[in-house]
């Protein structure tokens, strides 16, 4: 989506990460499933960083290279998270009213209705099929599929928008990727926000 001048070291970078984070989360857990993903991200800046530096002074496009490999390693990492949901007793439920709301969501955002209206109604479409997820045989509360739901409904609207103010997305590349970007973050969030919902 960024069209990084060397994106062959920041691929790299990206996949190692990727893979680091899924093996510790499923070899490795500690107090929490997700509890090595901070020490993957640290790493992962400073590879970026280093693959950067090691173009040159005279390499065009670096700044703009660690933004994206940082941005799509942490992207990458946070990925994890629909493999820590297999291992908790409501991962499954989880996963299913996600996949709901982003659909839900999905079907507002491929719309020609202008980012205004998207940003309403996707979140509340979700939001409302998030809740109906509930009714399911999945241990899923009705206020945790609304939570989850208004998380993916937020998600997927503002990606829209913001792929559409910065024309990033021409191509089937530029889909894919903002639809991989879009799976990666709802996993996370979703988790992220049943971890917090446990609390209540």
Do not use: K
Not at 42 to 70: D, K, P, T, W, Y
């Amino acid at each position: 989506m960024v069209r990084s001048d060397a994106p062959w070291p920041i691929t790299i970078i990206l996949a190692l990460s990727s893979l680091v984070a899924t093996a510790a989360t499923v070899f490795m857990p500690g107090s929490s499933v997700m509890s090595h993903s901070v020490e993957v991200i640290a790493v992962g800046v400073l590879l970026v960083f280093i693959s950067q530096v090691l173009r040159g002074a005279a390499a065009e496009g670096r700044l703009a290279g660690v933004v994206s490999g940082v941005t799509g390693m942490v992207l990458g990492v946070l990925g994890s998270a629909w493999v820590a949901s297999a291992q908790v007793g409501y991962g499954f439920g989880l996963t299913i009213t996600t996949v709901i709301s982003l659909l839900g969501a999905g079907a507002v955002v491929v719309t020609r209705l202008p980012n205004r209206m998207t940003m309403i109604l996707a979140p509340l479409i979700a939001v409302a099929l998030g809740a109906a997820a509930s009714a399911l045989p999945i241990d899923i509360l009705w206020f945790q599929g609304a939570v989850i739901g208004l998380l993916v409904g937020l998600l997927v609207g503002s990606l829209r928008a913001l792929a559409l103010a910065s024309r990033s997305v021409r191509n089937i590349s530029g889909i894919l990727g903002l639809s991989c970007g879009i799976i990666l973050i709802s996993g996370a969030a979703s988790w992220y926000a049943m971890e917090v919902l446990a609390f209540i």
